[in-house]
Every structure is written in structure tokens, then in C-alpha cells.
């Protein structure tokens, strides 16, 4: 069964970068797009980017101004999303998604919570 | 991008009842790429919904969605007890993809 499996939860300072992973099981991870979401604590979804995992085609939002990027590893099946220049608002939950055929995200990862805080 | 604003904020029902969830969006959303997603408590979202309204592999029946253009409903015929959550519907036939602001529906 297709499954993401995400990295641990991070604390960091404001002006840090952080890097979360997810790694991708259960079906070929090149024939997939990968995208990012955040929940800030009380808020609603936030869509932050995508990777074509076999071209490794990206979009990001603009609201992020150039703070995330998005890369993939596809020897090991995993996404990263790096998000730079920290402040206390981006403390959120982050979430991989696997984008089915539909084009809606059919497979979520588990989450990783981020904390900054000085 | 597309707005879209769910209502009510919060649904109070009881198990058995029916429950009808309501999304909203700022302009017509492309070819109805409209999907619901439930979230329970420290869980993440599951897709319920994809096309406005088709189901997911392996969602019950007793969930279906409809509505094109600019609203969309969600059902829930008769409540289960887990399926107390939050509720988002989300487009994604416009970039940037957004999300409603969800429904909490409960007890």
C-alpha cells in the first residue's frame, strides 16, 4: 500500500532553515507529484509547492517569496521541502501529499511538526 | 487565487442524523476539481471526495458530494460516530490549489 513517511519533529530558531523529508513507498515514485501543505495551529490548509517526481518540475506559492524549495531524491524515493528564514509564523504542521490521477491528494504523510522559537 | 468559504463553521448533530456541509468559492472553480477532506484529531487530511462527486477508494457510500461553478455541498446521509471531524473542501483546477477554512462537525 502507498504509504509517505515523514521526518521528526524540529525545533528551530528564527532566521534557521529546516529540512523535512518524506519518504515515498508502495508505488512508483517517478510517476507521481509530490506537494506540500502547512496547517498553522487554528488555520486552515496552506498549499506551499509541488515536485514532479520524474522530471523534477517545481511550483511554489507565492506567498512562501522565495523562502521554500523543493527537491527529491529519486534513488531513495523521498521528497524534501526547505524552508529558510524561519519566524514564529511558520510554526505548523507540514504535510507531503501524493497527487493521484484526479489530480486531487489521494495519500497524505503523517506530518511533522515545526516549532521556531527563540 | 480562489477564495472559497465554507459554511457553517461548526455543525452540532447527533449519530444517525443526516449533515450537510456547504462550500463556497470566489469564482467558478475549472472543470469542478473540487475534493472534501476529513481530518480527525492529530490525524492527517484523507481524501473523501475528488471531482466534486466522486468518492475515494474505500469511503462509504453514505458520504456524497455535488455542485459545479461556485457551490458545492458535502452529505453525510446517516452520522457515524467517527465521522465527527473537521471538514475541508479544497480546488485544485487553479493555481495556486486553496482550501476552505473547514467545518468542525460535532457531537
Known amino acids: 500500500q502507498v504509504q509517505l513517511v515523514q521526518s521528526g519533529a524540529e525545533v528551530k530558531k528564527p532566521g534557521a532553515s529546516v529540512k523535512v523529508s518524506c519518504k515515498a513507498s508502495g508505488y512508483t515514485f517517478t510517476s507521481y507529484t509530490i506537494h506540500w501543505v502547512r496547517q498553522a495551529p487554528g488555520q486552515r490548509l496552506e498549499w506551499m509547492g509541488w515536485?514532479?517526481?520524474?522530471?523534477?518540475?517545481?511550483k511554489y506559492s507565492q506567498n512562501f517569496q522565495g523562502r521554500v524549495t523543493i527537491t527529491r531524491d529519486t534513488s531513495a524515493s523521498t521528497a524534501y521541502m526547505d524552508l529558510s528564514s524561519l519566524r514564529s509564523e511558520d510554526t505548523a504542521v507540514y504535510y507531503c501529499?501524493?497527487?493521484?490521477?484526479?489530480?486531487?491528494?489521494?495519500?497524505w504523510g503523517q506530518g511533522t511538526l515545526v516549532t521556531v522559537s527563540s | 487565487e480562489i477564495v472559497l468559504t465554507q459554511s457553517p463553521g461548526t455543525l452540532s448533530l447527533s449519530p444517525g442524523e443526516r449533515a450537510t456541509l456547504s462550500c463556497r468559492a470566489s469564482?467558478?472553480?475549472?472543470?469542478?476539481?473540487l475534493a472534501w477532506y476529513q481530518q480527525r484529531p492529530g490525524q492527517a487530511p484523507r481524501l473523501l471526495i475528488y471531482?466534486?462527486?466522486s468518492r475515494a477508494t474505500g469511503i462509504p457510500d453514505r458520504f456524497s458530494g455535488s455542485g459545479s461553478g461556485t457551490d458545492f455541498t458535502l452529505t453525510i446521509s446517516r452520522l457515524e460516530p467517527e465521522d465527527f471531524a473537521v471538514y475541508y473542501c479544497q480546488q485544485y483546477g487553479s493555481s495556486p490549489p486553496t482550501f476552505g477554512q473547514g467545518t468542525r462537525l460535532e457531537i
Open positions: 515536485i514532479n517526481g520524474g522530471n523534477d518540475n517545481t
Open positions: 501529499a501524493r497527487q493521484g490521477f484526479s489530480g486531487s491528494y489521494s495519500d
Open positions: 469564482q467558478s472553480v475549472s472543470s469542478s476539481y
Open positions: 471531482g466534486a462527486s
